[in-house]
């Protein structure tokens, strides 16, 4: 596609559910990061994958959260027993890491994730 | 460890007027510095960026940003703001070549009335 997808838009779930949230990003690029932003709040960063692997987990909050990325495309960001702290808007962005290794990142339109 | 710091919630400026959106940062190492802008209800969009070199770095929409070391500050700058540039402003730092996390600021929201 011609840029960074992420699906659902929307998610409203209740407390204690879990929840996946999928992330397509630009066709050929290496890299792959998961933020997270709270309300009026800046952005919090969560986990980047280079290829398959993921060398950065230190921002998933606590060990509900967990993500993968398979084909060094595709990647799915798990909550497990969602918890209301966790309602925020989850971003994804991809980047070349190609010929300049200090590529910009290109961001995804977000999941809004509501906990009831 | 690496973090950035945008001093301002609010800046609020008249179309016409020039504008500043402050960064400062802080790394071990070099800085490589970026500006991305999130307009209302869009996802974020990469405006500019510093690698090396110049220290004065032009960007999209006429935006520009200037490098200061010895101030740690990468502050974004426009000569003449238009309306439509209101949004909300990031700036990022990474200190990490290829892939590597960045550290993004907690945003300052460009309010330009006409």
């Known amino acids: 596609g011609a840029g960074v997808s992420q699906s659902p838009s929307n998610k409203v779930t209740e407390k204690g559910k879990d929840v996946e949230l999928r992330c397509d990003p630009i066709?050929?690029?290496?890299?792959l990061y998961w933020y997270r932003q709270s309300l009026g709040q800046g952005l919090e960063f969560l986990i980047y994958?280079?290829?398959?692997?993921?060398?950065?987990k230190s921002g998933l909050p606590s060990d509900r959260f967990s993500a993968e990325r398979t084909g060094g495309s595709v990647s799915t960001l798990t909550i497990q027993r969602t918890q209301q702290e966790d309602s925020a808007v989850y971003l994804c962005?991809?980047?070349?890491?190609?010929?300049?290794?200090?590529?910009?990142?290109?961001f995804g339109p977000g999941t809004r994730l509501t906990v009831t | 460890a690496q973090s950035v710091a945008q001093p301002e919630d609010q800046v609020n400026v008249a179309e016409g007027n020039p504008l500043t959106v402050k960064c400062t940062y802080s790394?071990?190492?070099?800085?490589?510095l970026f500006w991305y802008v999130q307009y209302p209800n869009r996802g974020l969009q990469f405006l500019l960026k510093?690698?090396?070199?110049?220290?004065l770095v032009k960007g999209s929409y006429g935006f520009e940003a200037e490098f200061n070391k010895s101030q740690t500050s990468f502050h974004l700058k426009k000569p003449s703001a238009l309306v439509s540039d209101s949004a909300l402003y990031f700036c990022?730092?990474?200190?990490?070549?290829?892939?590597?996390?960045?550290?993004f600021g907690d945003g300052t929201t460009l309010t330009v009335k006409p």
């Open positions: 962005a991809s980047s070349l890491v190609g010929t300049s290794v200090f590529d910009e990142q290109y």
């Open positions: 066709s050929g690029h290496t890299a």
């Open positions: 994958f280079q290829g398959n692997s993921a060398p950065d």
């Open positions: 790394v071990s190492g070099n800085p490589y």
């Open positions: 510093y690698i090396t070199g110049d220290n």
């Open positions: 990022a730092v990474r200190e990490e070549a290829g892939a590597g996390k960045s550290t």
